[in-house]
């Protein structure tokens, strides 16, 4: 059963929530990227990294490809009857990945982080198997996500190890 004031999939009446899942994501990423800018100058290059660490140029393009797809991912769900507990838990993984950044740049709290990546991973597989009931693709669309933060938190556990003074 579609729901009267989405209208159908194929319509206009979608795009706003588009944007507006769009502009959300990305207004994480902006904030975060805030954030990281003077601890990746500073704190960042005092670290011992792990095997495997990527360029820092990388992170920025990566995020904002990701967040555009968990972006389009929700707003694929959100088009469908029965999305709200979908979209809760879109929301909670979004939140807890809003809060990484500052834990680990700004708080320089590397095992707290890692605790929270691990929160966070949890909350994208829930949130990933919700969307599969959904819409498949939007499933689909939450995979390069979920493979980068499992990246992300080996990388944060490396740093976590390599690194016990700074938890």
Same mark, same amino acid.
């Given at each position: 059963m579609q729901d009267p004031e989405r209208g159908s999939p194929g319509s206009s009446t979608p795009w706003p929530a588009l944007?507006?899942?769009?502009?959300? +994501?990305?207004?994480?990423?902006?904030?975060?990227?805030?954030?990281? *800018?003077? =601890?990746?100058?500073?704190?960042? #290059?005092s670290l011992q990294r792990p095997p495997g660490t990527p360029?820092?140029?990388?992170?920025?393009?990566?995020?904002?490809?990701?967040?555009?797809l968990i972006a389009v991912a929700a707003w694929l769900a959100w088009q469908h009857p029965w999305h709200r507990?979908?979209?809760?838990l879109w929301g909670w993984q979004l939140l807890a990945?809003?809060?990484? +950044?500052?834990?680990?740049?700004?708080?320089?709290?590397?095992?707290? *982080?890692? =605790?929270?990546?691990?929160?966070? #991973?949890?909350?994208?597989?829930l949130t990933t198997l919700e969307f599969v009931r959904l819409s498949r693709p939007a499933a689909i669309l939450?995979?390069?996500?979920?493979?980068?933060?499992?990246?992300a938190a080996y990388l944060n556990a490396g740093f976590w190890?390599?690194?016990p003074g700074q938890s």
């Open positions: 944007v507006g899942f769009v502009g959300l +994501t990305l207004l994480v990423g902006a904030v975060d990227a805030a954030v990281t *800018a003077p =601890a990746i100058r500073t704190w960042y #290059l360029p820092n140029w990388l992170f920025g393009p990566v995020w904002t490809a990701l967040y555009l507990r979908a979209l809760l990945n809003a809060l990484w +950044t500052p834990i680990f740049f700004g708080l320089h709290q590397i095992g707290v *982080a890692l =605790a929270e990546v691990l929160l966070l #991973l949890m909350l994208i597989v939450m995979l390069p996500y979920l493979g980068w933060t499992c990246y190890w390599l690194n």
